[in-house]
């Protein structure tokens, strides 16, 4: 026989109406003050589109002259892939693939070098085949962007720099450490005098909450009898006839320490700015060579022959000042949107201008499209500290070979030499 545990039994260890449920997890609505200039926050991450004042305004009717490329290849000479240097950089790719054997590799016979006039504009690559011109188009508009976002950390009595200690800055008027041009970086750092200590929203200040696992009672029943209990001589083993087992989440108290604030009571909240660095890249690429990937170029380098940020010809380096840097400022030769770590460097133009006298006008008309695109797109979210354009000579072979009666080819790409092919003679097989 057996009989159904006494409610009184069930009772012992009743929790504390004291102790509150858990809360959430992030502060409900009016728990935290309004910040003057961060009034339209309401949680999550908060975009703010830059001021007037850090926006470029292009100059209407410019454009940027590149150097004609066809006689640029006179002044650049890229080494040839010689019948030794095409094969050692086979031999090379060969050993890379462990299906791929080396003997033909070793004992090919070449048939033809045909070398590839390639020119990349930025990442804008050219192919000059038989007179015929294949372009890939790339534009770069390097781009910040801020928003905020309420952060807390456990209150320990460290120093709350709290809205008494000085006026609180905008959101573009907080000081960052400026990355390298054209570099994708994101950066977090507390808006200046935003902090505030308040008791903790999930325990409501308390420092413990009630254990969900047991609803507080500090107990549950037990999984071998169920909370009943067997007669003496079939008494459960798992509970001693008790029908219940102490709460091993709370220990048997009926509450937890509260996961928010380790049972400090206290939380410590502040702004956080989150400041992202990014390059914006616009590609145009028609196909006009279909035997070789476009993509592959984007891991190789090349010899470049003209870059294009807008530069100005005034250094601001102290060997080379020629004016005051305050006479520049008031002259407005150094805009408002210029970061002040970049001051030292070749005052330059934002943005740059579409491309003209290019062998090509597919270039000239990607080029313009290109900048229209990113100026409406980005100005409006983010703020565009550079742009820039490229021109590269990017060495590019064609080897044709033998072997065993049937003729091949592959490609050397790229002053590292890269290889690239579609078939080999021979691979191992693997039974």
């Not at 012992?12 to 449920?21: H, K, R």
């Not at 728990?31 to 305004?57: A, N, R």
Request: charge should be neutral; proline fraction near 7%.
């Amino acid at each position: 026989s057996f009989r159904i545990m006494d409610e009184e039994e069930h009772d012992v260890g009743a929790f504390d109406p004291s102790i509150p449920e858990e809360g959430p997890s992030e502060p409900p609505e009016g728990w935290l003050d309004s910040v003057t200039g961060y009034e339209d926050h309401k949680g999550g991450d908060q975009i703010y589109p830059p001021p007037p004042d850090f926006i470029p305004e292009p100059e209407n009717d410019r454009s940027a002259s590149i150097p004609n490329v066809m006689y640029a290849t006179f002044y650049i000479q890229l080494p040839q892939v010689s019948e030794d240097v095409a094969r050692e950089a086979l031999l090379k790719f060969v050993g890379k693939k462990w299906t791929y054997s080396s003997k033909p590799a070793q004992n090919l016979v070449f048939k033809d070098l045909r070398p590839f006039t390639v020119y990349r504009v930025n990442q804008v690559f050219l192919y000059h085949v038989d007179g015929v011109l294949t372009l890939f188009y790339r534009l770069e508009t390097f781009t910040e962007s801020r928003s905020s976002a309420w952060e807390h950390e456990i209150y320990t009595g460290q120093y709350v720099d709290g809205s008494q200690n000085g006026r609180i800055p905008p959101p573009w008027q907080v000081e960052v450490q400026y990355p390298p041009k054209f570099t994708d970086t994101v950066q977090k750092v507390r808006v200046p005098h935003t902090s505030s200590v308040k008791p903790c929203h999930q325990c409501q200040g308390k420092g413990h909450v009630r254990c969900t696992h047991c609803h507080s009672r500090g107990w549950i029943s037990c999984v071998s009898c169920h909370g009943t209990v067997h007669g003496r001589k079939r008494k459960c083993v798992g509970c001693h006839g008790r029908g219940r087992k102490v709460c091993t989440w709370c220990h048997g108290s009926g509450h937890k320490t509260c996961r928010k604030c380790n049972g400090r009571k206290k939380l410590l909240h502040f702004l956080q700015l989150t400041v992202t660095w990014k390059n914006q890249v616009y590609e145009f690429i028609p196909d006009r060579l279909p035997e070789f990937p476009i993509k592959k170029f984007e891991k190789v380098s090349g010899e470049a022959f003209f870059i294009d940020e807008s530069l100005l010809a005034l250094m601001l380096d102290v060997s080379a000042l020629i004016y005051p840097k305050v006479m520049l400022e008031q002259e407005g030769v150094i805009p408002k949107l210029f970061p002040q770590s970049w001051e030292h460097e070749i005052v330059q133009n934002v943005l740059v201008y579409p491309i003209v006298g290019f062998p090509d006008q597919d270039i000239c008309n990607a080029s313009e499209e290109a900048i229209h695109e990113h100026l409406n797109k980005y100005s409006v979210v983010s703020r565009i500290l550079q742009q820039r354009q490229s021109v590269e000579l990017v060495p590019l072979t064609q080897a044709f070979y033998s072997y065993n009666g049937k003729i091949y080819d592959y490609f050397v790409y790229g002053t590292e030499k890269k290889v690239h092919t579609t078939k080999y003679p021979t691979c191992c097989t693997v039974l």
